[in-house]
């Protein structure tokens, strides 16, 4: 069962974005990056088969110039294109790595089966070899680490005008549905703006990119796209909300003030409302309660070896039952 809830109230829940594939430097990087109502979760390859990755608010995939993608990558992904989990990928060693950033959207394209839509490209420093900003090509700005956006110069504009019609292409497309361009309904419509050569808004196009949740490679070799990608992260709605049970009554888990969790995969449970005042218990599907001590490591993930998949945590002395959502 899932329960509708307002836009504001789903913005304030936590929120859950899977990493596959990540060093840990590479994390600890990301983990600078996050909201504060959200938390990453570093999937270890034994959690990789199980349906943890359906549980995330969004999946984050590593790929290493050195080494490619994670193995069993490709069989998560998949699953969560199915279930239109919002998801990007991170190239990492890309600067001195056996493969360049091209080559690693060539190689996340052809791995992951995914038609990869690019925006940011990386900028190198003619006299040393690293990253030192990225060129976002849809505004046509350079954006390097603690300043702010610079106009592209002409020779950058000229050698991606290609990705930037490209890109505009794309975006005026996925605004519009297909009965709307074949039937023209709605003549202001930037479809028709663009079919015409009128000038379209630039940001309703960059609007356009984060509704349509379109996947790309960022390159986060020296940081150069943190901001952007904390902006990505902020984004992230919460879209894994269980139902709650008391007696007869069912409400969604935005609906509790109360901390709620429950098993996501043997070990690991999420949370709601977490409070390290509160004493918590887990209930198993046959009924038996297992008092646990604070052991989140935040307010949404809790782990411990006693918790089985589909365990409810709540507050000892409560009835409540915590359900997964149908998706």
């Not at 490619?68 to 990007?88: K, V």
């Not at 091209?102 to 394209?109: P, V």
């Not at 925006?119 to 046509?140: A, M, S």
């Not at 890109?167 to 419509?189: F, G, K, M, Q, R």
């Amino acid at each position: 069962m899932m329960l509708s809830i307002d836009t504001q109230t789903a913005e304030s829940l936590p929120k859950v974005v899977g990493v596959i594939g990540s060093p840990a430097q590479v994390f600890e990087q990301l983990q600078q990056l996050v909201p504060i109502n959200l938390e990453l979760l570093n999937i270890a390859e034994h959690l990789i088969e199980t349906d943890v990755i359906l549980t995330c608010d969004g999946l984050i995939g590593v790929i290493d110039g050195n080494i490619g993608l994670a193995p069993n990558l490709i069989t998560c992904w998949q699953q969560a294109a199915d279930y239109d989990i919002p998801r990007t990928v991170l190239a990492v060693n890309t600067v001195n790595g056996r493969a360049d950033f091209d080559e690693a959207i060539a190689l996340s394209e052809l791995v992951l089966c995914e038609d990869i839509t690019m925006r940011y490209y990386p900028i190198e420093n003619d006299e040393q070899t690293k990253y030192v900003g990225v060129l976002d090509v849809l505004r046509n700005e350079i954006l390097q680490p603690g300043q702010p956006p610079v106009p592209a110069d002409d020779e950058h504009r000229t050698l991606t005008i290609g990705e930037h019609e490209e890109l505009v292409e794309l975006l005026v497309h996925a605004d519009v549905s297909d009965a709307a361009i074949d039937e023209s309904i709605d003549n202001s419509s930037i479809f028709l703006k663009h079919t015409s050569g009128l000038p379209i808004s630039l940001p309703r196009l960059q609007d356009i990119w984060s509704e349509a949740q379109l996947v790309t490679v960022y390159p986060f070799d020296n940081q150069v796209s943190n901001q952007i990608i904390s902006k990505w992260l902020s984004g992230i709605k919460p879209t894994w909300l269980p139902t709650i049970t008391d007696g007869d009554e069912t409400r969604s888990v935005a609906h509790i003030t109360e901390p709620v969790g429950i098993g996501v995969v043997n070990g690991i449970a999420r949370l709601w409302n977490y409070s390290a005042a509160t004493d918590l218990e887990i209930s198993s599907k046959n009924n038996e309660q297992v008092q646990i001590g604070s052991q989140a490591t935040s307010k949404f993930v809790l782990f411990d070896s006693r918790i089985q998949v589909e365990d409810t945590i709540r507050p000892i002395n409560t009835s409540y039952l915590v359900t997964s959502p149908r998706i």
